[in-house]
């Protein structure tokens, strides 16, 4: 290590993280450790939900061994024998090198081993008490973190200061059986029409928009990102059909077409918010369902978009990867397209370094945000924060050592990507703008 790549690796020390994108419970319902599909178990096991659990199942270890796993019913003892058998396997890939500087930093624990496991599900319990979501964000050097509700279209949360809020525009263009539900759960609204639906979507963003730092939708998880414009009588017929007293069922284009209208409604709608639309791009959480051709068309389908909206900013998450290259063009052609790195760093940090250097001789540096867990639990966040910042480290100082960028820019370099762009960028994020809704 040269004296440079020490001084670099300080500043990123020493440099808040704005952290754009988590999906953090309210830290209440972490310490009632009530059981839910959310959480199905209130022990250590519970940090191998997100994530780790894809990496077992695709290094072979059976489901039902993983749902006993992750599940209430076991012991430590039981539980880590079964998992045993894949922590070899997996220990090197980004998701269990997150958790492993998370048991270091976290619990003083060097690994997972029968012998650790007792104390490590003993720190697991110790840690979680009223306070300790700011203890551990502030021991991440994160000063603030941006959420996704996986409950809530809106969560009005406990820690408005800490915990920013995306308001979820998903239920309202995927405008599945259960998306209705849950507008149901949360308004009383039943719409039978696209206008009383609409209605509902003017009601959140009335109700909601002027408090949140953005709209976010992962629809890309269940359909293309192309968005095609479809006229308001059409939507109307098909929305009437989908949800309406007639019950067909709309054929799988019809589907599309409706989910298009919602869609391009919702992005109108947070323009006139000033909200920007993060949307999910690239690989998909999970394992055994990823179609890839459909992932590998992310970025030139999202392209129409970019140029329909061009006064809505739009925020592509976790780079499109596998396919970030296309990114870096999207990001640099288009003066709306932005990227977050959230996730990146775990799904591949050798590629997320790459990445960073390609992007930043490429694209102009205010166009990234370096930051986001995407973690339910918030205990890993440390652990992947750690990451994020040893491959900024790594960026920054080959791009140094290459005589690309100047040692004495890297300071302001620094500060805006970790945290100066998203200030900057996201409405409410320094918690002192005007509401423009
Ligand atoms: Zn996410």
């Known amino acids: 290590m040269t004296n440079s790549d020490r001084q670099i690796a300080q500043l990123i020390e020493e440099t808040p993280f704005v952290d754009t994108h988590e999906h953090l419970v309210e830290e209440s319902q972490r310490i009632s450790g009530s059981v839910d599909l959310l959480m199905r178990c209130d022990d250590w096991t519970y940090l191998f939900s997100a994530y780790i ?48 500087h998370t048991f270091r930093g976290l619990y003083g624990e060097e690994d997972l081993t029968s012998k650790s496991v007792p104390r490590i599900a003993e720190k697991y319990r110790d840690t979680v008490r009223p306070g300790f979501y700011p203890t551990i964000l502030r021991r991440a050097n994160i000063e603030s973190c ?131 639309v993060k949307l999910h791009t690239g690989i998909l959480e999970g394992s055994g369902f990823m179609e890839l051709a459909r992932i590998r068309d992310n970025a030139s389908d999202l392209c129409r978009l970019l140029q329909d909206f061009p006064d809505t900013r739009f925020v592509l998450m976790h780079i499109g990867y596998p396919y970030q290259h296309e990114f870096i063009a999207v990001a640099k052609h288009y003066p709306n397209a ?14 997320s370094v790459r990445f960073l250097k390609e992007f930043l001789m490429s694209v102009p540096a205010n166009k990234i945000f370096t930051f986001g ?61 005007t509401p423009n809704c």
Request: aromatic share 10%; charged share 20%; glycine share 6%.
């Open 338 to 351: 932005f990227i977050d790195m959230c996730w990146a760093w775990i799904i591949n940090p050798a590629a």
């Open 53 to 100: 659990c894809s990496d077992l199942a695709s290094a072979g270890m059976p489901a039902t061994a993983l749902q006993s796993f992750l599940g209430p019913n076991l012991s430590g003892e039981e539980k880590y024998k079964l998992v045993a058998p894949f922590w070899n396997c997996i220990r090197h890939t980004g998701y269990a090198q997150a958790l492993l």
């Open 146 to 276: 941006q959420v996704n509700s996986v409950q809530r279209i809106f969560m009005e949360t406990e820690q408005p200061t800490l915990l920013l809020q995306d308001l979820s525009i998903l239920p309202f263009c995927r405008c599945s059986a259960a998306d209705l539900a849950l507008v149901h759960a949360e308004t009383g609204r039943q719409p039978t029409t696209l206008e009383e639906w609409l209605d509902v979507i003017d009601h959140y963003f009335a109700t909601y928009g002027h408090k949140a730092v953005a709209v976010k939708c992962q629809i890309a998880y269940s359909r293309p990102l192309d968005f095609a414009p479809i006229s308001k009588p059409r939507a109307s017929r098909l929305f009437a059909r989908h949800v309406g007293v007639l019950g067909h069922p709309l054929g799988s284009e019809d589907f599309k077409a409706l989910q298009d209208f919602l869609f391009r409604y919702c992005v109108d709608k947070a323009g006139e918010c000033g909200l920007p």
């Open 373 to 433: 867990g995407d973690y339910v639990a918030v205990e890993p966040i440390y652990g992947h924060a750690l990451m994020a910042r040893r491959g900024i480290a790594l960026a920054i100082s080959q791009l140094v050592a290459e005589g690309w960028i100047a040692q004495e820019e890297t300071p302001e370099l620094i500060n805006g990507i970790m945290r100066g762009n998203a200030l900057e960028f996201f409405p409410n994020a320094q918690r002192h703008e």
